[in-house]
């Protein structure tokens, strides 16, 4: 569990189901997810098990908590993969910086990492403005890689060093 200034960010539990589905329905949330809104109740608790077994040992992917209510998740679904998402109601205050920049220290305290990656869709300003402000930049571009719904959409990857580290 880390605790940063207004964020606790702990393991995944099952009943963070309706917290999640309230976020993983949300189109306008998962406008540049790798997967369509999800539509029923069973798909986010798929979702949400298999972020509790899979930081049921060391712990790279952290529930976003306010006020004790889940507003999302950051960190490695798979290292070195990151990734967030904050229900949109409590977007533009901070938190996914607040919450990335105590998770990104603890994935490098915690894991033998030469570097983070991303793989963010190149319309999606919000998680590029948000990566390059925690320090990652630009590596390469591709296109059609993924199949979300009907859309084939592109990737822009990015990386952040392990700090010190080359
Ligand atoms: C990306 C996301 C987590 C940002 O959450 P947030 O809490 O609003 O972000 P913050 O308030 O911490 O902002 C941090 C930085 O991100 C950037 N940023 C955030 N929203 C932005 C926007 N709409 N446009 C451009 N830059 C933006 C800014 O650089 C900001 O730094 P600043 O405050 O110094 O300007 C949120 O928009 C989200 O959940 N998006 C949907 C999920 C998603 O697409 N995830 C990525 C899949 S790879």
Not at 6 to 32: E, G, K, Q, S, T
Not at 69 to 98: Q, S, T
Not at 104 to 118: G, P, Q, R, S, Y
Request: charged fraction near 25%; hydrophobic fraction near 40%; charge should be negative.
């Amino acid at each position: 569990m880390i605790r940063t200034e207004r964020l606790l960010l702990r393991r995944a539990r099952l009943d963070d189901v309706d917290a999640f589905h309230a976020i993983m329905r949300d189109p306008v949330a998962m406008r540049f997810w790798s997967t369509p809104p999800h539509t029923s109740l069973d798909e986010t608790r798929d979702w949400v098990a298999s972020m509790v077994e899979r930081s049921a040992g060391a712990c790279n992917d952290f529930v976003v908590e306010l006020d004790g209510r889940a507003i999302g998740k950051a960190g490695c679904y798979m290292l070195p993969e990151i990734g967030f998402i904050l229900h949109p109601d409590h977007w533009g205050r901070g938190y996914a910086r607040e919450a990335m920049t105590a998770v990104i220290a603890h994935i490098f305290a915690t894991n033998d990492l030469e570097k983070l990656v991303a793989d963010v869709d190149p319309r999606n300003r919000a998680s590029i403005g948000l990566l390059t402000r925690l320090g990652f930049s630009e590596t390469h571009r591709a296109r059609g890689t993924w199949q979300v719904g009907g859309e084939l959409c592109d990737s822009v990857y990015f990386a952040l060093p392990r700090p010190g580290g080359e």
